[in-house]
C-alpha cells in the first residue's frame, strides 16, 4: 500500500495503526511531521544536524517500542519526545546549557531584517525592538506563543506538550499576549505577529 492511500487519515489514526503494527502509517507520521520538529528543535539548539539526528532517534524508539499507548495529540507527544532527546543529548555534552534557557529566543541577523524590511532604517528599529519584547517574556510564555502561533498547535496539545492542562495553556498564551500588548502598540503588536511567522 503506498503512502498516497493515507492522506486522509489523520495523526491520531495513524497512531491506531501504528499500534496494531503497520509501520508503513509511522512512516507518514514522520513525513508529514518532519519539518515541525525540525523547525522546533532549532528553537533549542541551533545545531540542524544535531537536531536531525535526535528527530531520527525519536522515530527509531517509536518504531522499536514494544510500550507505546494511544494518544490523543500526536504532535505534542513528537515535540515533548524531541525535547526530551535533545535534553538528553545537550545533558551528555561538556558545559550544556539547561534547555529552558535556551528555549526559543528569537536571533534574526541585521541582514535578515534588513532583507525584511528593504533596508528602511525606521523600521530595522522597530524590528529590533519587537524582537527584544518577544525575547523579554519568560520561557514558557514563548514556547507558548511559537506552538500557537507559528506552529498552529490547538490548546490541548500545547497542554500535552508542556504538561499542563488546557485552561493553563490557554492563561499563558494570553499572560503572554497581554505582556506583549502593554509593551507595543496595537500596529506593532501585529508587526510583532507577522515577523514571528517570517522568522520562527
Known amino acids: 500500500m503506498r503512502n498516497t492511500s493515507f492522506l486522509h487519515i489523520g495523526d491520531e489514526d495513524l497512531w491506531m495503526m501504528l499500534l496494531k503494527g503497520d ?3 509511522l512512516s507518514v507520521i514522520y513525513k508529514r511531521n518532519y519539518e515541525l520538529l525540525l523547525n522546533f528543535g532549532l528553537k533549542i539548539v541551533p545545531d540542524e ?12 524508539k517509536i518504531g522499536s ?3 507505546l499507548s494511544a494518544t490523543e495529540h500526536v504532535r505534542a507527544y513528537l515535540l515533548t519526545s524531541l525535547k ?3 535534553a538528553d543529548t545537550l545533558a551528555a555534552l561538556p558545559r550544556s546549557e539547561q534547555l529552558d534557557e535556551r528555549h526559543f529566543q528569537m536571533e534574526v ?7 525584511l524590511f528593504k533596508n528602511n ?5 522597530l524590528s529590533r525592538k519587537l524582537i527584544a519584547a518577544y525575547n523579554e517574556l519568560p520561557s514558557n510564555q514563548r514556547m507558548a506563543i511559537y506552538l500557537r502561533y507559528v506552529r498552529s498547535l490547538s490548546y490541548k496539545e500545547i497542554a500535552a506538550m508542556m504538561h499542563i492542562n ?3 495553556s490557554m492563561n499563558l498564551v494570553s499572560r503572554a499576549l497581554t505582556s506583549l ?3 507595543l502598540s496595537a500596529d506593532e503588536f501585529m508587526l510583532l505577529l507577522v515577523l514571528l511567522n517570517c522568522k520562527l
Open 84 to 86: 526530551n532527546r535533545l
Open 109 to 115: 541577523e541585521d541582514e535578515e531584517i534588513a532583507t
Open 181 to 183: 500588548r502593554k509593551r
Open 65 to 67: 517500542s514494544k510500550r
Open 49 to 60: 544536524e544535531l537536531v536531525k539526528d535526535c528527530i531520527q532517534d525519536v522515530f527509531v
Open 121 to 125: 532604517d525606521k523600521d530595522i528599529l
Open 166 to 168: 488546557p485552561q493553563s
Open 23 to 25: 509501520k508503513q502509517a
